[in-house]
């Protein structure tokens, strides 16, 4: 069965930085381009970034130049590296196989 399990969320004030972690278990993880999205309240869930199993990766224009995704295989772990973290990015960020599989979610706030 597989599972993601996501971490490293937390509240931050803006221009601060958080650091996501998401372990997939029970799957072909080299072989899966990975997602992570956010949902904020009242809004749909939406693409943040994502990788590939050739570690291309694509961003949502709101977040070029402030994330950054990564993956490592050897631990099955995609990450995502947030700067100058914004009011607007407040949400809660999920992550996402190919295979369509969602972690829990992990709350991010940005205030101040």
């Known amino acids: 069965q597989v599972q993601l399990v996501e971490s490293g969320g937390g509240s931050v004030q803006p221009g601060g930085s958080l650091r996501l972690s998401c372990v997939a278990s029970g799957s072909t993880f080299e072989l899966l381009r990975m997602g992570w999205y956010r949902e904020a309240p009242g809004k749909g869930r939406e693409l943040v970034a994502a990788?590939?199993?050739?570690?291309?990766?694509v961003y949502a224009d709101s977040v070029k130049g402030r994330f950054t995704i990564s993956r490592d295989n050897a631990k099955n772990t995609v990450f995502l590296q947030m700067n100058s973290l914004r009011l607007e990015d407040t949400a809660t960020y999920y992550c996402?196989?190919?295979?369509?599989?969602w972690g829990q979610g992990t709350q991010v706030t940005v205030s101040s």
């Open positions: 996402n196989d190919d295979e369509d599989h």
């Open positions: 990788i590939s199993q050739l570690h291309m990766t």
